[in-house]
């Protein structure tokens, strides 16, 4: 059988005449392409109440955590910096529930831009809120070329997962304003841009099967078979 992967989507609030002004629930269709490409079944989770978490996670294989808003700062102990942009309360505390979940049934996670740092957050890491407060920032990580195309580099640790599947060295695309600023301790990083910037990490312990990464793999996966690769891949682990 098909791994069902859990996506876990988002609200679109704002007015959008295409939609008559009403609310959407969505996911972006490169999670969906490169979750099918992989052979595996996506299944995209509303917003919803944290208690029917336990539900959701039992009816998959893995879990995939989307991009989106900004984390709440109170995630992390922290106040709302002056450059904090949109949150959504709602979403965090549903994938915190999702996320708890995931890790204590130990399914796979592949986390992507905001879910690498929601995922962080929920572990007792922390974040920049805006990368203005990281004091080595000297890297574009907002790009404004198109998002098929990478923007800038990465280095890989040669002993992680992520190696084995990318190389020690690959280009990725950029979107971007906040970003880790303490690892949770449950997890090692794995990747860096050249500012040092974590730009991915995976789980210490081995019982966890995580990949959570900070570019979008999603809106490369059409074009660069490394970045469909992360797809295969995290199918390949949510098939055992």
């Not at 988002?10 to 609310?23: C, G, P, S």
């Not at 880790?180 to 841009?193: G, Q, R, Y």
Request: overall charge negative; proline content about 6%; hydrophobic content about 40%.
């Amino acid at each position: 059988m098909k791994p069902i992967i859990g996506i876990a989507g988002n609200l679109l609030t704002k007015h959008a005449e295409v939609f008559h002004d009403n609310l959407v629930t969505y996911t972006p269709q490169g999670f969906v392409d490169g979750v099918q490409q992989a052979n595996g079944l996506p299944l995209v989770f509303p917003i919803g109440n944290p208690a029917d978490a336990k539900a959701y996670i039992d009816q998959i294989d893995g879990l995939l955590l989307a991009g989106g808003q900004d984390v709440a700062p109170s995630f992390y102990g922290a106040e709302p910096s002056l450059k904090l942009q949109e949150t959504e309360p709602r979403r965090d505390f549903f994938e915190k529930a999702l996320i708890e979940e995931a890790l204590k049934q130990k399914k796979p996670i592949f986390a992507v831009c905001r879910g690498i740092q929601i995922l962080n957050s929920v572990q007792g890491g922390t974040l920049y809120q805006d990368l203005s407060e990281y004091p080595q920032w000297s890297v574009q990580h907002l790009q404004p070329s198109i998002p098929t195309v990478g923007s800038h580099s990465v280095s890989i640790d040669s002993k992680s997962h992520l190696a084995s599947l990318l190389g020690t060295s690959v280009l990725v695309n950029s979107y971007h304003h906040q970003a880790i600023k303490e690892l949770a301790t449950d997890f090692v990083a794995t990747a860096w841009s050249t500012d040092g910037l974590v730009e991915a990490y995976e789980a210490k312990d081995p019982a966890q099967s995580i990949v959570a990464v900070q570019w979008h793999p999603e809106l490369m996966q059409a074009t660069d078979e490394k970045m469909q690769g992360l797809f295969n891949d995290f199918i390949e682990r949510a098939s055992h």
